[in-house]
């Protein structure tokens, strides 16, 4: 079984899918047995538009960033993966190329199970099969879940979080942001000069430190986290 860097496993990582939370722990080790994992430097592509969507792409640690080019070559920003999201569960089901472009931000690890190899296992157990579906259900249940929790809860909040979860993912508490304003924004549903509100916000209760346009340190991580 494959070992991860980060002293992660692959049961590990399987366990980070929510489609597979509810299995057991013999069906989670008979997923994880299908595991492969990689690791991609800062602006390698983890994917590209194009590719074969012909896995489900787990980041064990790290950050990426999800995005479309647009017809005159600007990129399209649509989402961020942070350590414990995943992608592209379509995949394990349906034969379709890529549509977009998956970069790391930072130095990430992913781990992925191709559709092959998942396909040939569901076939082999029936019912691990159903346990799948079963989990699906509740998958959707709570991606209606977490729909409503990320319209109620406040830009403050959310760019708290994703400036916790980017100085855990770089391990530091020091950093230059990895995304231009402009996609932060689009990524939290706000706008750029919200986002620079926001920051100045964050600084003047001392939470966070400006220490240039892009470069914020990190003063007190638990305050960040309560932010309402």
């Known amino acids: 079984m494959a070992h991860l860097a980060h002293n992660h496993t692959a049961e590990d990582c399987v366990e980070l899918v ?4 509810s299995l057991s ?3 989670t080790s008979t997923v994880a047995s299908l595991v492969s994992d990689k690791h991609y430097e800062s602006g390698e ?3 590209q538009a194009g590719d074969p969507a012909d896995a489900l792409t787990i980041v064990a640690h ?6 479309q ?4 070559g600007k990129e399209q920003m649509l989402r961020i993966l942070q350590t414990g999201d995943f992608d592209g569960e379509a995949a394990l089901f349906s034969n379709e190329d890529r549509g977009s472009f998956a970069q790391a931000l930072m130095d990430t690890d992913v781990c992925q199970i191709k559709r092959s190899d998942f396909q040939k296992l569901m076939k082999s157990s029936p019912e691990l099969a159903v346990n799948m579906v079963n989990a699906f259900g509740q998958r959707i249940v709570q991606l209606e879940q977490q729909t409503t929790e990320a319209a109620t809860s406040s830009v403050e909040s959310r760019l708290a979080s994703y400036l916790l979860e980017t100085g855990a993912g770089l391990k530091q508490d020091e950093f230059e942001l990895p995304l231009k304003k402009k996609d932060i924004a689009t990524y939290l549903g706000t706008t750029p000069e919200t986002i620079s509100r926001k920051l100045s916000s964050l600084a003047k209760d001392e939470l966070i ?3 240039s346009n892009t470069l914020i340190k990190i ?10």
């Open 209 to 211: 430190e400006k220490k």
């Open 25 to 27: 722990e013999e069906d």
């Open 219 to 228: 003063l007190d991580a638990d305050g960040l986290a309560m932010v309402e």
């Open 69 to 72: 080019l647009a017809s005159n």
């Open 45 to 47: 592509y983890i994917y």
């Open 62 to 67: 790290g950050q990426a960033k999800v995005f």
């Open 18 to 21: 929510t489609i597979f939370q």
